[in-house]
């Protein structure tokens, strides 16, 4: 986490024999049940609940509750809430809804699921425009914006060019309306996985028009694929704002975003590690934190 965020705590004194720091991690929790590898994980917000899915066809919820409270070691049935089997094939992501209501879980049956977090029913089936494509990837990972309006899934096709689709989130009765609201095109190979950045974003010159105009908020988005390219977007922006080559010789396999919002790490099936700094001029400026209230003591 610190090397991620830019920090210097974690390192030894450069020049120094001394030896780097290491954490010690204690294993908790153990939960058993899918039959096939499991291929993606994602918290729920509040952090009490886990879903994971696997490529023996299903999305599992578990509830972690008893290990945050140092309770027991094994997963059993306690633990497991529920199984959401609608996919028809291997599922290879999920990402659970910042705002809590919704899990979003993708797969080989070339659609995107989106259950309902209170009930645990199936919202919605999306199939286009993911019904076109025909390589396989080993992951699909979709994500979500950091304020819940996009969920970003990887691993679409328009022809003739492979694409990452944002879906809107609906905002009104009807909650299985999730429409396409822009598509991320670019990249030569299939879409492996996309990772929004945890913050949001204005710049005063996003859309070109003048300083006023362009200060709405907006969210960035990294894709990575099979082309061994990353990429970032803007939400608010057809282009691409950055495309890295040469970091890979193999497929990138996940990513993910420092707490500043402008530092992204990205692995590969090569056994390599880069991070990748973006500055500024290249993704705008995330706004400064609401200002508190001054604190009256007694």
Not at 81 to 88: F, K, N, P
Request: charged share 20%.
């Amino acid at each position: 986490r610190q090397a991620a965020a830019g920090e210097a705590a974690g390192s030894a004194p450069f020049g120094s024999r001394a030896p780097p720091p290491t954490e010690r991690w204690r294993c908790v929790l153990t939960l058993s049940g899918h039959t096939g590898d499991v291929v993606d994980v994602s918290w729920s917000p509040a952090g009490h609940r886990l879903a994971s899915v696997s490529l023996d066809n299903s999305v599992r919820i578990w509830s972690v509750e008893c290990a945050i409270a140092g309770g027991a070691r094994l997963g059993g049935p306690n633990q497991l809430i529920t199984s959401l089997d609608g996919h028809c094939g291997m599922v290879k992501g999920v990402a659970w809804d910042p705002i809590g209501r919704y899990v979003a879980s993708q797969g080989d049956d070339k659609a995107v699921l989106v259950w309902n977090a209170r009930d645990w029913t199936q919202s919605a089936r999306v199939e286009e425009p993911f019904t076109r494509t025909s390589q396989k990837t080993l992951f699909r990972r979709l994500r979500w914006s950091p304020d819940g309006q996009f969920l970003c899934a990887p691993h679409a096709y328009k022809k003739p060019a492979h694409i990452a689709a944002v879906l809107h989130r609906p905002t009104g009765v009807d909650t299985s309306a999730w429409t396409p609201e822009v598509d991320f095109v670019g990249h030569k190979s299939p879409v492996v996985v996309a990772a929004f950045s945890p913050r949001i974003f204005t710049r005063s010159d996003v859309d070109g028009t003048g300083p006023a105009a362009g200060r709405a908020a907006y969210c960035v988005c990294a894709l990575g694929g099979q082309d061994c390219v990353v990429s970032v977007w803007l939400t608010c922006k057809a282009k691409a704002a950055c495309v890295v080559h040469g970091l890979f010789t193999e497929d990138v396999l996940d990513l993910s975003w420092a707490s500043d919002g402008a530092t992204l790490l990205a692995c590969s099936m090569d056994g390599s590690v880069a991070c990748v700094r973006l500055e500024q001029h290249e993704i705008g400026s995330p706004p400064p934190p609401p200002r508190r209230p001054p604190q009256h003591r007694p």
